[in-house]
Structures are given as structure tokens and as C-alpha cells.
């Protein structure tokens, strides 16, 4: 007889598998560059700079001497904590967002190295990418933990107006051992299991 096997943790396969890990980090790198994309392209347009991939991908802008570094450094903060919101509803467990959040910034850094065809070694960047990843895991763990500790309802129509089929109000009902007592109008009246059972 073939010996059975264990049935897995509920959850376990869901949270664990490869492809959902896969699909999560691209979606939030997605997010993650076009939050990025908007913003520099709005301060772009507002300082009268005209837009190119290098304000997005290439280390070298993201200085600490000229107006325009400063100002990317203030859009990939900004893109940190808005990033929050998809890491709460994609993510939601609080104990992965530091994985995920680490990973975003891991990424940001191959992507930039490719474009420049350097490791960026200005402590100015390195610090920004620093301030960006601990807001997002800072964050994203506390709004996720608030998520968790939700209270949770479940459906119960206690203290709720109902509409009879008669149009009369019933209100207030209140489970008892062995009934359910409640205010139908003006009168109480007591429901037993012989009646509850024989509607």
C-alpha cells in the first residue's frame, strides 16, 4: 500500500511558490520605476529641464553639489514611501517586506551599473538608495502590521435594522441559552428551539 503523503500547510505552496515571488518582485519594480518616472518628469517639466533616461537610470546626476541632484534625490524618497501602498496591497506580511524592499533596491542597483557601465561610488547616492530602502521597509512593515492586526468581522447582524417581510422592525436580537430574545415593535417575545426548529 502506498504510503500517503502529508497534505502541506494551508497557504504554504501559495506563499512560497517561485513563480508568485517572480511576479511580485516585477510588478514592484514596475511601480517602483514608474512612480520614479512620474516624478522626475514632473520636476523636469517644472524646472524647465528637458527629460532623458540618464535623470532616471544614471548614478552620475544624483549629486549633492548642483540643484537638480538634490531634486532626484528628493523624487527617489518620495518614490520610498509611495511605494508602500503596492507593498501593502501586494504584499501585506510584514515580515516580507524587508526581503522585497532590499530586492527593489538590489535590482535598481544592477540596472543603473548596466546603463552607466560603473558601480556608482558616490557616498551621496549610496545614501539616498539608504534613506529610500529604510522608508520602505520602515513603512511598509508598520502598514502591513496594521493590516494584520485588523479585527476581523465576520458577517454578523447584531444591533442591525432588518426589514420584515411584514414591514414590522426587528432589532437587537440577543443570543440566550436557549432562545433568542428580541424587540419586534413594540412587544418582546421570546423565540424557543421547538420554534426556530419548525421554521
Known amino acids: 500500500m502506498p504510503r500517503r503523503r502529508r497534505p502541506p500547510r494551508p497557504g504554504a505552496l501559495a506563499d512560497l ?23 522626475i518628469l514632473f520636476t523636469a517639466f517644472v524646472a524647465g ?18 540643484t537638480t541632484g538634490w531634486t532626484l534625490a528628493l523624487c ?7 511605494m508602500v501602498i503596492p507593498i501593502l496591497l501586494l504584499i501585506a506580511r510584514s515580515k516580507l517586506v524587508p526581503d522585497f524592499a532590499l530586492t527593489i533596491h538590489l535590482l535598481h542597483l544592477v540596472t543603473t551599473a548596466l546603463y552607466t557601465r560603473a558601480i556608482p561610488d558616490t557616498f551621496y547616492w549610496w545614501l539616498v538608495q539608504f534613506c529610500s530602502a529604510a522608508i520602505m521597509t520602515a513603512l511598509g512593515m508598520w502598514a502591513c502590521r496594521w493590516r ?6 465576520f458577517g454578523g447582524t447584531q444591533g442591525k435594522r432588518r426589514k420584515a417581510a411584514n414591514g ?6 440577543v443570543e440566550e441559552g436557549h432562545g433568542v430574545q428580541g424587540r419586534r415593535g413594540d412587544g418582546y417575545e421570546m423565540l424557543g428551539m421547538a420554534s426556530r426548529e419548525a421554521g
Do not use: K
Request: glycine content about 8%.
Open 148 to 153: 494584520e492586526l485588523r479585527p476581523m468581522a
Open 49 to 66: 529641464q528637458a527629460p532623458s533616461p540618464g535623470l532616471l537610470l544614471d548614478w552620475h546626476n544624483v549629486r549633492g553639489d548642483v
Open 76 to 82: 527617489w524618497g518620495l518614490d520610498g514611501l509611495m
Open 168 to 173: 414590522q422592525v426587528f432589532e437587537g436580537a
Open 17 to 39: 511558490s517561485p513563480l508568485r515571488i517572480l511576479t511580485q518582485i516585477a510588478v514592484l519594480q514596475t511601480c517602483y520605476y514608474a512612480l520614479a518616472l512620474i516624478l
